[in-house]
């Protein structure tokens, strides 16, 4: 298995574009989780699905952030618009089940609003 | 001006010895526990997991103690190697919140060979 797989791997964008991240989770994976890593914050937690469901959203900074799994093994986070304090490495992760098993962490996309 | 941000605890410890990486968590009601680590650039890594119903559990060369009295968690590295350099989360899952991973701020472990 491939892992779960991040894309871009590196992002450089203007303030005010619309970026979106995109994770493919690994297969028969039925949870997925984006969180957001800064030297200021450490790893937070930003919105994370049970079944393509959104279960809490309530880590997602503010209105300019979205995500959605059109499908079981696929999910975007888009920024719109980005701003220079969104700068940071955001990591999807999923899992088999709902809980109370381990996640697997993709490589990140590192995200530079200029 | 200055910037603020995180001071992760460091652990500095002489190649060959062991480690014990500590974590104090929050909730009361969390009954799964992992142990993370991630290297520079890369994605956190799972090291080793415990449920609440168990206070021990054994990896290869890893050991996890979980103390539910005083909501505290350890990791304990056997024979530390220069390899194990990295930041070290531990994340709780809180049964009741449908299942919600929530991370620590780390320690970052430094290996002296």
């Known amino acids: 298995d491939a892992g779960v797989i991040q894309s871009p791997r590196h992002e450089v964008t203007e303030m005010g574009q619309e970026v979106t991240l995109r994770c493919k989770l690994i297969s028969g994976h039925n949870s997925l989780f984006w969180y957001r890593q800064t030297m200021m914050r450490g790893l937070e937690l930003l919105i994370y699905?049970?079944?393509?469901?959104?279960?809490?959203d309530s880590g997602m900074p503010e209105d300019r952030f979205s995500a959605k799994m059109p499908n079981a093994s696929f999910s975007t986070l888009k920024i719109q618009p980005s701003e220079p304090r969104d700068s940071a490495v955001y990591f999807c992760?999923?899992?088999?089940?709902?809980?109370?098993?381990?996640?697997?962490f993709g490589s990140g996309t590192q995200l530079s609003v200029l | 001006g200055e910037s603020v941000g995180l001071h992760l605890p460091t652990l500095s410890v002489q190649e060959g010895d062991n480690s014990i990486i500590n974590c104090a968590y929050s909730?009361?009601?969390?009954?799964?526990f992992i142990w993370y680590k991630q290297e520079s650039g890369k994605g956190p890594q799972f090291i080793i997991d415990?449920?609440?119903?168990?206070d021990k559990r054994q990896g290869q060369r890893v050991t996890v103690l979980l103390n539910k009295t005083v909501k505290h968690l350890s990791l304990q590295i056997a024979a530390t190697q220069p390899g194990d350099s990295a930041v070290y989360f531990c994340a709780e899952n809180s049964g009741n919140q449908g299942g919600k991973l929530i991370f620590g701020q780390g320690t970052e472990l430094s290996v002296k060979p």
């Open positions: 992760a999923s899992r088999f089940g709902t809980t109370n098993e381990k996640l697997f």
């Open positions: 699905f049970n079944n393509n469901v959104p279960i809490d």
């Open positions: 415990i449920r609440s119903n168990m």
């Open positions: 909730n009361s009601a969390s009954d799964y």
